[in-house]
């Protein structure tokens, strides 16, 4: 007898798993876990803003939270129904949340449940047949010609942070930059020459804006103060001219912040004698109004301002009655 003919026979193959079982083997042990991966895949394969992050960070821990005021965490994700989520709302209508922030809730619980069903973990989302609240579109607010000319020319200290908040408010007026961009911008994305700003906008896209005339002029006269920023720092980002540098700066010399940005601007609308509830986003939307005003089309408009969906630019069109009638007047037969 061979040794081939002596060995016990091989034990058969076990079956493979299937891929829905697979992934239930490799998902998380708790809610929380659920919760967590999806938002590192926002952060690492969507390239979602920190502000996106913590937002659907909150609305699925107020919706764990209400779960676990029912003892019923153990349910989540696979276990959840139509019902359930339906109390959820119930309830944060109950806590008297508007209903945007419902909507933005909802936002989340689809998010999530979309991820799920993609990664096999769960078999259906409690989502389906769920509709949004009804919003009434609200309007953004904007300045007028004058009153962003008023605040501009106000700035007419010789300090260095004069320069620089003077240069700062003139791009967000002269690109219609988010404030989130602003802050991001480093030496590298600015090409003064040719006039062009380069940001990077939701989801980490690029875009690359004409600045304007007015705003050139203050960025070139910031850049040549900047370097005052970072005082007796010599390693300061401010003392740096590297292209990853960053542009607007503190009184440490290291890079500005969305919520310092909303804090100069407040205070140079005091001085400039105009009121205090406009943000650095107001000065956005007064760039796509004025441009629209001005007869720039809306496709165009969408382009600069970075909007995934002509709807969103199509708000500003409700803001400028006196430029439509004109449209009316000159192009319509019957006028």
Same mark, same amino acid.
């Given at each position: 007898m061979t040794l081939a003919q002596a060995a016990p026979p091989a034990?058969?193959?076990a079956p493979a798993?299937?891929?829905r079982k697979a992934a239930r083997a490799a998902a998380p042990d708790s809610p929380e876990g659920f919760v967590d991966r999806y938002l590192t895949h926002l952060k690492d394969e969507r390239n979602a803003s920190a502000h996106t992050i913590?937002? %659907?960070s909150e609305d699925l821990g107020a919706f764990l939270n209400f779960l676990e005021g029912r003892?019923?965490?153990?349910?989540?994700p696979h276990r959840i129904d139509r019902l359930v989520v339906r109390a959820f709302l119930a309830d944060q209508s109950a806590k008297q949340l508007g209903k945007r922030s419902i909507a933005r809730r909802l936002a989340g619980l689809r998010g999530i %449940?979309?991820?799920?069903l993609k990664r096999k973990l769960v078999e259906r989302s409690p989502l389906d047949g769920i509709r949004n609240p009804k919003l009434g579109r609200a309007l953004p607010k904007f300045l007028n010609e004058r009153d962003v000319a008023r605040l501009l020319d106000a700035i007419q200290g010789t300090r260095w942070f004069d320069a620089r908040d003077r240069a700062m408010l003139e791009l967000c007026y002269g690109a219609g930059v988010r404030v989130s961009e602003l802050v991001g911008v480093n030496l590298e994305d600015m090409d003064l020459d040719r006039g062009l700003l380069r940001v990077r906008g939701k989801g980490k896209k690029e875009r690359l804006l004409p600045m304007g005339g007015s705003a050139v002029r203050?960025?070139?006269g910031w850049l040549l103060r900047r370097p005052e920023a970072a005082a007796m720092r010599p390693n300061a980002p401010a003392a740096s001219r590297a292209g990853h540098a960053p542009v607007f700066a503190n009184k440490w010399g290291t890079r500005l912040d969305v919520r310092s940005v909303r804090r100069l601007l407040r205070k140079r609308l005091g001085e400039a004698g105009l009121p205090l509830n406009a943000t650095p986003h107001t000065l956005r939307h007064s760039y796509a109004t004025h441009l629209l005003d001005r007869g720039a089309d809306l496709r165009?408009?969408?382009e600069l301002l970075g909007h995934s969906s002509l709807s969103t630019t199509q708000v500003y069109t409700h803001l400028t009655p006196s430029r439509l009638k004109e449209i009316y007047a000159k192009a319509h037969p019957k006028a």
């Open positions: 034990p058969p193959a798993a299937s891929p913590k937002a %659907y003892k019923e965490c153990a349910r989540f %449940y979309k991820f799920l203050a960025m070139a165009s408009v969408q």
